[in-house]
């Protein structure tokens, strides 16, 4: 998977979101998949989120970072 966004730019990301929206088992499991390319299994196993719920962060996330980029261009 190619990273999507850079560590620091998730960090500024999930600063957007209250942990009500983003658990920290959420964001962490965000993490893995992005910045160390983990898989959904292992994430799942690793962290408890279901590998939907990963997917729909990334996809909140990704919707965010392209809204921010629009903004900028």
Known sequence: ???VF???E???LFSL???REF????RK???LRV???WTYDFIELDTGVAAKTTREAI???SQAYEIINQGFN
Do not use: D, P
Not at 23 to 26: C, V
């Open 29 to 31: 499991a965000v993490g």
């Open 59 to 61: 996809k909140r996330l």
């Open 1 to 3: 998977m190619r990273q």
């Open 6 to 8: 850079s560590e620091h």
């Open 10 to 12: 998730l960090t500024v």
């Open 17 to 19: 979101y209250s942990y």
């Open 35 to 37: 910045i160390n390319g």
């Open 23 to 26: 658990s920290e088992r959420t």
